[in-house]
């Protein structure tokens, strides 16, 4: 990790905690060259199935793909950004979960359907 002071590579850890959503790690740590202090933050990286469409083509899954459409669907409608965020997180949490490499994009699309009828029927 560099040093976003000096660009020095060489730190040393101080104190690592969850982050407030759990699904990372705060560190913060201190330069060994100019003993200024930074923070830096560590997540899992996903591997998320690659989606298949009806006319067989693959595309790699896109979270801000599904939380534009939802946006969208859900325009004027009283439901709140933090609401679709968390689904779509956990949606594709669900995905890697699963351990398939390829999922259809109508599963996906079936999926967030569901969920809107159940936040509400306009939407």
């Known amino acids: 990790m560099k040093c976003p002071f000096c660009a020095e590579i060489n730190n040393k850890v101080i104190d690592s905690r969850l982050g407030k ?3 990372m ?3 913060r740590r201190e330069c060994l060259n100019c003993k200024k202090r930074f923070t830096t933050y560590e997540k899992v990286e996903s591997v998320l199935p690659m989606v298949v469409k009806k006319d067989g083509r693959r595309e790699p899954f896109n979270n801000e793909k599904i939380r534009v459409g939802i946006q969208m669907a859900c325009q004027k ?3 709140s950004i933090n609401k679709i965020d968390d689904f779509v997180d ?3 949490q669900q995905f890697q979960e699963s351990g398939n490499r390829e999922i259809n ?3 996906i699309g079936e999926r967030v359907i569901e969920r809107l009828k159940s936040w509400d029927d306009v939407a």
């Open 25 to 27: 790690i705060r560190r």
């Open 77 to 79: 409608r009283p439901i």
């Open 105 to 107: 994009s109508s599963e």
């Open 90 to 92: 956990s949606l594709a």
């Open 21 to 23: 959503d759990g699904r």
